[in-house]
Nanobody, 124 residues
């Protein structure tokens, strides 16, 4: 069982930056693929970014490529999402997710554990 707790969300003006953190419990964090997803009101949860267990492979949604950076620190059981050049359309609840497998996935159903989410609001 893995518990995930997101933090770092908040209100930011367009063009600003935020860094989200996701702290994981459990001794096997370093073996999990990790992902970030987001869900805006009235919309389905969508993929944002993912990172392999080693950090050597990363994926990004086209909408955030070049603006967001995912990283992880296995010694701290934490995955990060650095978000730069924020836009109003980035407004959503951001969720951290863990995959027990060694792959890197972009679909919701591939992930086994989810955090409760952190709100990110970007004003124009």
């Amino acid at each position: 069982q893995v518990q995930l707790v997101e933090s770092g969300g908040g209100l930011m003006q367009a063009g600003g930056s935020l860094r989200l953190s996701c702290a994981a419990s459990g001794r096997t964090f370093s073996s999990y693929g990790m992902g970030w997803f987001r869900q805006a009101p009235g919309k389905e949860r969508e993929f944002v970014s993912a990172i392999s267990w080693s950090g050597g492979t990363t994926y990004y949604a086209d909408s955030v490529k070049g603006r967001f950076t995912i990283s992880r620190d296995n010694a701290k059981n934490t995955v990060y999402l650095q978000m730069n050049s924020l836009k109003p359309e980035d407004t959503a609840v951001y969720y951290c997710a863990a995959d027990q497998g060694f792959g890197v996935h972009t679909t919701v159903r591939a992930y086994d554990y989810w955090g409760q989410g952190t709100q990110v609001t970007v004003s124009s």
